[in-house]
């Protein structure tokens, strides 16, 4: 048994954030954040896609000194893919923790991002760890798992962008305490562009008023505007020599539509500002 627990302890190292990321804070979002942890309540990350949802909860994990582990939601992710599964090893047949067993197991943080993505009867089965009863029940071996303090369930997900058919339940999410996020400021994200991409500030502010703009295309046939991630990859462009139209069109135009109209209208965004 101590054998098999020394093995759990080395897999859980992998999921300890060393090193501080990098996180520029908006807002109140870390004290909220550690509030939380304190309290024992899940939390519910509410953002468009790039605008530093993921690198937060990677910030918080390190700030708290909790290893991380992160699941990306899919819709062919199962309870079992999360909870855990016998598999045969051999001529035994051995017990494997999923991503959420293990979080619960070593006091982790567990964060399911876009969870949305998920099958709804897979959302169902972290019910019993959003509430008092923090919980995991693992059917397959007729036990339950209580979760010690540290533990804390995270979740993300992208409220512009989901259908009626793809949304949380309110029986999900009036579980969860939820952190709205945005793209940041223009100061604050041209500050981040910078640092990220490493570029002069001048540099990073030009990139940033072209994500402002294209964004304003959004509700004129464009769904998503620029993120902050794009703007930090046109900068990483930059600084590698490419030029600046040529980092911008493989950054910032082409990943985002596909509608030549659309592309168009960014070129001419990117050679008025440029």
């Not at 309290?39 to 909860?57: E, I, N, Q, Y």
């Not at 058919?165 to 223009?186: E, I, N």
Request: aromatic fraction near 6%.
């Amino acid at each position: 048994m101590s054998q098999v627990k020394t093995k759990n302890e080395r897999a859980i190292e992998e999921y300890v954030v060393a090193d501080e990321p990098y996180y520029l804070a908006v807002g109140q979002e870390i004290e909220l954040f550690e509030a939380a942890h304190a309290a024992r309540l899940p939390v519910m990350l509410k953002g468009p896609t790039g605008c530093g949802k993921t690198r937060f909860v990677e910030h918080m994990a390190w700030r708290l000194r909790r290893p991380l582990i992160t699941v990306a939601c899919h819709e062919d992710l199962s309870a079992t893919d999360l909870v855990g599964r016998f598999l045969l090893e051999g001529e035994e047949t051995i017990w494997h923790d999923g991503p959420l067993t293990s979080a619960v197991r070593h006091g982790a943080i567990c964060y399911l991002d876009e969870v949305v993505e998920a099958r709804k009867d897979t959302v169902v089965i972290i019910h019993p760890l959003t509430d008092d009863r923090r919980r995991l029940p693992i059917e397959k071996r007729g036990t339950i798992l209580d979760a010690p303090d540290d533990f804390m369930l995270v979740v993300s997900y992208n409220p512009g962008y989901q259908s009626i058919l793809k949304d949380l339940k309110q029986s999900t999410r009036q579980r969860f305490v939820a952190l709205g996020f945005d793209y940041p400021p223009a100061e604050l994200e041209a500050e981040i562009v910078a640092r990220e991409g490493g570029i002069d500030e001048a540099a990073a502010r030009d990139l940033v008023l072209i994500g402002h703009k294209v964004r304003n295309l959004r509700g004129h046939g464009l769904e998503e505007g620029v993120s902050t991630r794009l703007l930090i990859y046109a900068a990483q462009m930059i600084a590698r020599g490419i030029s600046p139209t040529a980092a911008a069109e493989v950054a910032l135009c082409s990943p985002i539509t596909d509608d030549r109209e659309l592309q168009r209208s960014i070129r001419e965004i990117v050679t008025t500002v440029i």
